[in-house]
């Protein structure tokens, strides 16, 4: 299992960015996915999940509002729309895929690596 995260950047504050994780290795559309992320000195923490279908979602109160996650079980891609970025959302972001949950638990079946996303004020 793969999962591929690419779509970080600088940028400044108020800014956006479209994060995007690319699957393979997994049935896809049979899984979960989730977006965590860690800056630096902190730990990781939960930014927004989708379940299989794309019909549910949820987000950290940090970010609602902000963030919008998405999928597109055709490409096996899920996607992270982050706009009015703030200083305090840079950070390491990461996919990850369960069968079982989209919530905010880092016990995620698979992780990906990690893409940067620096927001400058």
């Known amino acids: 299992v793969q999962l591929q995260a690419s779509g970080g950047g600088l940028v400044q504050a108020g800014g956006s960015l479209r994060l995007s994780c690319a699957a393979s290795?997994?049935?896809?559309?049979?899984?979960?996915m989730g977006w965590f992320r860690q800056a630096p000195g902190k730990e990781r923490e939960f930014v927004s999940g989708?379940?299989?279908?794309?019909?549910?979602?949820t987000y950290a109160d940090s970010v609602k509002g902000r963030f919008t996650i998405s999928r597109d079980n055709a490409k096996n891609m899920v996607y992270l729309q982050m706009n009015s970025l703030k200083p305090e959302d840079t950070a390491a972001y990461y996919c990850?895929?369960?069968?079982?949950?989209?919530?905010?638990?880092?016990?995620?079946?698979?992780w990906g690596q990690g893409t940067q996303v620096t927001v400058s004020s």
């Open positions: 990850a895929a369960d069968r079982r949950t989209y919530s905010s638990s880092p016990a995620y079946d698979y």
């Open positions: 290795g997994l049935t896809f559309s049979r899984y979960h």
């Open positions: 989708i379940n299989w279908s794309g019909g549910y979602t």
